[in-house]
């Protein structure tokens, strides 16, 4: 018989082992479970990437062909044709006509600078007509005679109207890149042409990718890598073995990576077999290989009486922990983490600094573009900022759209010229899925001890200094105790301008005149807004107007600016001088589906005609939302409102949608204008605006003329109408008057 002693330890024995093997079980599938995790946050990751890298494809050849159809429709190469003489004798003449030709080729390479590298015109049997190389119009002999050998050639004289072929790619002759072509078929007065450009490869490149991410594009054909973002890259084997499978799209692993991919076959229009895939380092291809299950237990079984409460008790703690310390979406310390942080670098004296960071105008992007879209740009904003900046700073998420980066070590003056390099970064434009969003930020900057010797002092001295960045349109502003403005004063200053859009003699508009450059005469005035504070003065539009745009306040000073504009364009017509007004519109008027109602009630009830209401756009208000804001402008068209679109040439739109806005005029930034005298790049891209607004059927206005010789070049090259200090300031309206009546003649009125 077994004694009790016995059976007690029996008892202990089985107790020990079953005990022993559910520990053994819970860690074996927590490697296990932990291991899944891993892998499948990896290839979520590397899903991120390749739909990225697919989506810039997608959205090149769209605005390949795109912007393919805009050059076959340009009249230019029509009035070529139909001009009289061989295309031999037309070129050696040179002159007027072949300047036209070369500035709708030179347009695409000033465009889109280091992407677009050469443009050419070439006739049916293979004769070159023009060619543009990096802007510069090639000379009529170093022209070609045997253009009709190329690969794209016939194939793009077999297309239909509209079509674009795209030819494989190679290696340029004249700017020894790697390129891809794209060619369209000219048709005009019995004659046949081909407008061609090219496409550098490395303007495909992705930039680095945080986790050692890689993206590739692989030519389906010899599995040979022609782009990639670790620059050098010719060959992998890893991705040649994915490629010759045959496979369209999935996830494997070979040699030790692990590879998401999927083919973009080549079409009729498209020589292009390509494939795109996302890559790293697989998980699972370390320590674990080997290790069977059984021997994981073995070594478990011996620690784990040791270990196992330990280890547990430290993963929950982490767990706790990073919950609590690290924002859920970016995956970057909170407010909380960098807090303590913070503390931690300004014990004992030394020096750090915090740079706090606004994504300006972010609700706009959940508002038109949706939250997933919007998480998706912080998540992309989190791994710019991380990569920027240095190795031993800290980047966190603050806020809804607010970032800081501690930066220990660094005094106030490092810290202003990191930040910038840090806006830089955010600069460039974002590609979110399907969709190319831009941002502006403001940043500030405090520096410790001299800022604040705590942590709390110094992030809200950063904080402070964002927002009198924001206000004042800086860019950047360091903590200066002077202007410490803080929440309530801005809270005040919003209240200010809620009372002063009720008011009469604290919102006001100056104008500046607009003038015809053929005549000399004024063809219109632009209506400018300014503030008279009861107690601070005058304030400048740049220190109110972004506040307000930031706040549901825009609304009510549109519709108040448009009243005094149209009452006073109203009281110039009944004086006998009918004089168009101009007013600038804010992005949330053209979200606005009933703005376009607001407006024409407007004019009924003050009585002005209809054509002496000019209504001005930007290009990144219409790239807000272009289906929204096309709609308003048709209904604002349709109604006989004139259209302007302002500051062209610092925007991002499409030239698909720019052929498509129901515009009548074209106003030229005065970044370029003003230095179109002295740098050649300038002049060029303002003689290229002016073809391309003629081209399209509008009125050129150039902004920011200082001066006569500014002016006389831009009647040379026919500009329309001028506007800038050289002719008037902006003035109230009874100086304007005044200005008016010392004129030698009248203004027109523009139907």
């Known amino acids: 018989m077994i004694s009790r002693s016995g059976l007690a330890r029996y008892a ?124 510069v119009p090639a000379a009529p002999a170093d022209l070609s005679q045997d253009e009709d050998d190329n690969a794209f050639f016939a194939p793009t004289l077999a297309l239909g109207a509209g079509e674009v072929y795209q030819a494989k790619e190679y290696e340029s002759p004249d700017t020894h890149n790697a390129v891809i072509s794209n060619s369209t078929a000219v048709r005009a007065a019995g004659h046949t042409g081909i407008v061609h450009y090219e496409i550098a490869l490395d303007s495909f490149r992705m930039t680095a990718t945080p986790g050692r991410i890689a993206a590739s594009i692989v030519d389906a054909g010899s599995a040979r890598v022609i782009v990639d973002t670790r620059a050098g890259t010719a060959d992998d084997p890893a991705v040649s073995t994915v490629v010759r499978s045959g496979r369209d799209h999935g996830v494997t692993t070979v040699d030790g990576r692990r590879i998401a991919f999927q083919r973009i076959a080549a079409t009729e229009g498209n020589a292009n077999d390509w494939y795109v895939a996302a890559h790293a380092p697989a998980f699972g291809a370390g320590w674990t290989r080997g290790l069977s299950v059984g021997s994981l237990a073995l070594l478990l079984g011996a620690l784990l009486t040791l270990l196992v409460s330990g280890v547990s008790w430290s993963l929950h703690l982490r767990a706790v922990r990073r919950a609590a310390a690290y924002d859920s979406l970016t995956g970057l310390p909170n407010r909380t983490l960098l807090t303590e942080r913070v503390g931690a670098a300004l014990r004992g004296g030394r020096d750090a600094s915090v740079v706090f960071i606004d994504l300006r105008g972010f609700k706009e992007v959940n508002d038109v573009v949706g939250y997933h879209h919007g998480d998706l740009l912080l998540t992309d904003v989190a791994g710019r900022l991380v990569q920027a900046a240095p190795p031993d700073a800290t980047v966190a998420r603050v806020g809804a759209d607010d970032f800081a980066v501690l930066l220990p070590g660094y005094r106030p003056a490092a810290a202003e010229d990191l930040a910038r390099t840090l806006q830089t970064a955010l600069h460039h434009t974002f590609l979110i899925k399907d969709i190319t969003l831009d941002v502006e930020t403001a940043a500030g900057v405090a520096g410790g001890p001299v800022h604040g010797d705590d942590p709390e002092t110094l992030l809200r001295h950063a904080e402070t200094a964002m927002h009198l960045a924001a206000a004042d349109a800086t860019g950047v502003q360091q903590y200066d105790p002077a202007h410490d403005t803080n929440a309530a004063h801005r809270l005040e200053l919003l209240g200010d301008l809620r009372r002063a859009i009720g008011a009469d003699d604290q919102i006001i508009l100056h104008y500046q005149p607009k003038i015809d450059l053929v005549t000399g005469r004024p063809a219109g005035v632009e209506a ?44 110039w017509q009944q004086g006998g001088t009918p004089i168009p007004v101009a007013v600038n519109l804010s992005t949330r008027c053209l979200l606005d589906p009933h703005f376009a109602d607001h407006v024409f009630d407007l004019l009924q009830r003050t009585g002005l005609p209809v054509e002496l209401l000019e209504l001005e756009v930007t290009e990144s208000m219409v790239m807000a939302d272009p289906d929204r804001a096309l709609a308003v402008l048709r209904a604002l068209h349709d109604g006989g409102i004139r259209l302007s679109v302002d500051d062209f040439g610092t925007g991002h739109s499409s030239m698909t949608y720019l052929q498509r806005l129901p515009v009548q005029e074209l106003k030229i930034d005065r970044s370029f204008v003003q230095q179109m005298t002295d740098v050649d790049g300038d002049a060029v891209l303002v003689r290229t605006a002016i073809t391309l607004g003629h081209n399209l059927g509008l009125s050129v206005v150039a902004e920011g003329i200082e001066d006569e010789e500014t002016a006389a070049a831009l009647r040379e090259l026919g500009c329309d109408i001028a506007q800038g200090y050289h002719f008037a300031r902006p003035m109230p309206a009874d100086e304007f008057d005044r200005w008016l009546a010392g004129t030698a003649v009248q203004p027109p009125v523009r139907c």
């Open 528 to 571: 400018l807004v300014r503030w008279n504070h009861p107690v601070k003065g005058r304030m400048a539009p740049d220190t109110f107007i972004p506040m307000a745009e930031s706040t549901s306040l825009i609304r009510p000073l549109t519709d108040h600016v448009l009243q005094i504009a149209a009452r006073q364009a109203r009281q």
């Open 12 to 135: 202990r024995t089985v107790a020990f082992l079953l005990g022993l093997l559910v520990l053994i079980f819970s860690v074996v599938t927590s490697v296990l479970g932990t291991r899944s995790r891993q892998i499948a946050d990896q290839d979520h990751a590397l899903a991120l990437t390749l739909q990225q890298q697919v989506a810039a494809l997608d959205n090149y050849f769209e605005r390949a062909r795109a912007i393919d159809a805009v050059l076959a429709d340009n009249p230019v190469f029509t009035d070529f044709y139909r001009a009289p003489g061989t295309d031999q004798e037309k070129i050696a003449a040179g002159g007027p006509l072949l300047d036209r030709v070369n500035d709708a080729l030179a347009y695409l390479t000033q465009l889109f600078p280091g992407r677009v590298g050469e443009a050419c015109f070439i006739d049916g049997s293979g004769a070159e007509i023009a060619r543009v190389v990096n802007g």
